[in-house]
Structures are given as structure tokens and as C-alpha cells.
């Protein structure tokens, strides 16, 4: 294969005059930028007000976003939301109508292909598919970003070597994508995305594909990797699961709008929007089935309360200090306690009969003074 219809795998740029020169450029560009003052922007992407339409179809409304150096930022979002548009945006595969789209400080929107070429080797990808080359080897895949950016072959081995070396596969540099694993070839695909040190790891869907364990030790390559290296993420995905175990902060988009954004502790204690609430149910402790399913609005038999809190340190143990406090006085029916980014998210349902008024006021009491919110979920009768 020659380095053009390498770039055109890559990258899919679309003319062939542009990948020669993406070709002859990208070299001298990637020189630049690592000596460029940008390198010390806080943001290395910045979205202001970033909007696309197709047709009727609003795919993005006024979004406005950043990425900030050395964080992990999760773009959660349903089927449809936005957010292969969002990344066609960002790589320059899309334009939008309106807003201004910032990489490292420089503005990528209305560039030329060529230009929009050196802007994408500052931005990693990793995709859901792994796209690797199958009649390439491992080591070949690696090295192909190091090719176009013109490392001569001494130093695309030792920068391969390296690579390999930090995901864990030089014992499978020889060999071809088909003898992987999926989480191996996952690792090739990071691998591949960090060889010309990008200011920016895109992480589309990276782990859609993997079973549950792969997926842990993927995030957990990925999250070794932020804090070793300070590489900045941003990892697209509809599970929150994958947010929870990484990322330091989240927005959720929603018919093309960013409707929720902040510390992932922070959204996962108080979700503000219906869709951020169903996104986490899986995450969150439900009434058990049987129980649900005798809930009434009359006031009768148990009152069933919904408990959530979040706080630091030894705040944390909020419900054994009720359990100490309050003997005997509630029942414990589900929940516990999660920890999020040094932060305790604690919640549970409890009950109480409703002919103990003195206990519900009391457990009602106690749990408002120490911050927690409560909200009544409904009754049971007691001899049902
Ligand atoms: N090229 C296009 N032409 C017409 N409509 C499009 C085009 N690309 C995206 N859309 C529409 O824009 C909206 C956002 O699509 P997008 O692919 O960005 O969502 P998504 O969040 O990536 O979804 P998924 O998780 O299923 O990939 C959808 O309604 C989609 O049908």
C-alpha cells in the first residue's frame, strides 16, 4: 500500500491532491505544534455554539463545549442523539452551519482539506470497530500515523516498540489483527491513536464492541494512560457505566442539545433531566418487583421512602450513623452506598408503618437535618 491509500484508510480525506499534501505537510506540522505556545492552552477543544442541520433534522443546536487538558470527559447520549455528528465535526469530516470549532486554540472551522489534514494528527481515534488493516501487522498498524508523518524507519520502530509496550502487546507485534482478541485488538487501536502523540484521544463507542471484562481492563488502560501520560480523552458513549468508571466529568446530549454537563459525581448525585435519570436506572438500586408492583398513592400499611445523598469522607457512613441513631425505628429494603470521584453517593428505600408517626416524623427529622433528600415513593398495605 502506498502512503496515499494509507492517509485515504485513515483518514478518508476525499481529494488525491489533498492527501499528497497532507502527505508532505503533516510532517513539518506535527514538528510545529509540539513547539507551539498552543500546547499550553487550558482547553484543547473548545465548541461555541456549534450547530448542524440535514434537512429538518436539527443533529447539533447550539452546542457549546470544552475539553480541557488532562481530563476525561464523557459525551453520553441515546441512539440518534448527536454524536457521530459531533465527531465528524470535530475531525472535519463535517461542517457546521453555524459556531466555531477550536482544536488546541486554532480554529478548524472553514479550513481546507489540507489544513483540516494537520489539525487531525493532533486527534486520536479509537473506534467502536477497531478498524485496523487485516493484511497489516500489528507493528504495521501502529507505525502507519508514524509513515504519514514521515518518522524515518529507525524511528518508527523504536516509537512502535514504546507503543506496544505501554498496551501491553510486544509479544504480539508479528501478528496479524485476525489472531486477536477483541480487547487486543482494541489495544493495537490505542496504540495506533497515541503513535504520533495527539493532544487528544476520541474515543467513539471504544468499547460498545467488548464483553464486560474487556471492557474493564480497556477503561482501565484508558485511565492509566490519562494519568500517566496527562492525555487528554474524550470518550463518546450511551453507557453510563463506562462515565462512571472514568471520566472526570460529563455532559449529555439530546437532540443535538448538551443538556447536562458536570463532575460525574456531581450528575450522578443530582441528575437534573429526565434522560440523565433513566441513563443511570441501571446504575441506581430499585424497589425489588414484587414490592413495586403493590405500590398505592393511600396512605396505608409501610410508607416507602427513596433516600439519596452525596458527601465527602465520613459523611459518607450516613446510613450507619441512621441505622445507630434510629434504632429499630426504619427498615432498610434496598441500596448502599457508591463512591464516585472521592464522593460517597448514598441511596437506599426505606419504610416505616404508617401507624408509627412518631418514628416516620423522627427518621424524617434526622434525615433533612444531615442534608439528605427523601422523596415518598408510595405505600404498601402491611398484610398484603
Ligand atoms: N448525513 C446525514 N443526513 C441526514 N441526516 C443525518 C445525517 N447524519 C446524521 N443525521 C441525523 O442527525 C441526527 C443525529 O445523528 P448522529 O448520527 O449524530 O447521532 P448519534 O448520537 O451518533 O447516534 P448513534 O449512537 O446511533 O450513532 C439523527 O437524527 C440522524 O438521523
Same mark, same amino acid.
Given at each position: 500500500m ?17 492527501k ?29 455554539? &456549534? ?12 452546542v ?51 489544513a ?12 467502536q ?10 507493528e ?9 508523518a514521515?518518522?524515518d ?29 477483541g480487547?487486543?485488538?482494541?489495544? &493495537? ?56 468508571k472514568?471520566?472526570h ?29 433513566t441513563?443511570l ?5 430499585q424497589l ?23 458527601g ?33 453517593? &448514598? ?16 427518621v ?21
Amino acid at each position: 500500500m502506498t502512503i496515499i491509500s494509507e492517509i485515504d484508510a485513515h483518514f478518508t480525506a476525499t481529494s488525491a491532491d489533498d492527501k499528497k499534501a497532507a502527505a508532505a505537510g503533516v510532517n513539518a506540522f506535527v514538528r510545529a505544534e509540539r513547539t507551539s505556545a498552543a500546547d499550553d492552552a487550558e482547553d484543547v477543544v473548545r465548541l461555541h455554539r &456549534v450547530s448542524r442541520r440535514f434537512g429538518t433534522t436539527q443533529a447539533l443546536k447550539d452546542v457549546s463545549l470544552t475539553v480541557r487538558r488532562g481530563e476525561i470527559l464523557g459525551l453520553i447520549g441515546r441512539s440518534g442523539a448527536g454524536k457521530s455528528t459531533l465527531i465528524r465535526c470535530l475531525n472535519g469530516l463535517e461542517q457546521p452551519d453555524d459556531g466555531v470549532i477550536e482544536i488546541e486554540g486554532h480554529a478548524i472551522t472553514g479550513l481546507s482539506e489540507k489544513a483540516l489534514q494537520s489539525v487531525r494528527s493532533r486527534v486520536g481515534m479509537v473506534f467502536q470497530h477497531f478498524n485496523l488493516l487485516s493484511a497489516k501487522t500489528v507493528e504495521q498498524n501502529v507505525a502507519l500515523p508514524l509513515k504519514i508523518a514521515g518518522y524515518d524507519k529507525a524511528r518508527r520502530q523504536a516509537r512502535v516498540a514504546e507503543l506496544l509496550a505501554l498496551v501491553g502487546l510486544e509479544d504480539k507485534a508479528k501478528n496479524y489483527p485476525a489472531a486477536l482478541s477483541g480487547g487486543q485488538k482494541q489495544r &493495537v487501536g490505542i496504540a495506533r491513536a497515541l503513535a504520533a502523540s495527539p493532544a487528544l484521544l476520541l474515543c467513539d463507542e471504544a468499547t460498545s464492541a467488548l464483553d464486560p471484562e474487556t471492557t474493564r481492563s480497556i477503561l482501565a488502560l484508558l485511565q492509566s494512560l490519562n494519568q500517566t501520560l496527562g492525555i487528554t480523552i474524550l470518550l463518546i458513549t450511551h453507557e453510563m457505566e463506562v462515565i462512571k468508571k472514568i471520566a472526570h466529568r460529563v455532559a449529555v446530549i439530546n437532540g443535538g442539545e448538551i443538556i447536562e454537563e458536570g463532575p460525574v459525581w456531581q450528575v450522578f448525585a443530582h441528575p437534573q433531566s429526565q434522560l440523565t435519570r433513566t441513563l443511570l436506572q441501571g446504575l441506581l438500586p430499585q424497589l425489588p418487583e414484587a414490592l413495586a408492583e403493590r405500590l398505592t398513592p393511600v396512605r396505608q400499611g409501610e410508607a416507602i421512602y427513596s433516600v439519596h445523598y452525596a458527601g465527602q469522607g465520613r459523611q459518607g457512613e450516613i446510613l450507619t450513623l441512621m441505622a445507630a441513631e434510629l434504632p429499630g425505628q426504619f427498615r432498610l429494603i434496598q441500596g448502599g452506598v457508591d463512591h464516585i470521584q472521592h464522593y460517597a453517593i &448514598v441511596r437506599f428505600f426505606f419504610s416505616v408503618p404508617v401507624d408509627n408517626a412518631a418514628s416516620e416524623q423522627a427518621v424524617l427529622h434526622w434525615l433533612e437535618q444531615h442534608q439528605a433528600t427523601v422523596e415518598l415513593t408510595g405505600y404498601v398495605s402491611s398484610n398484603a
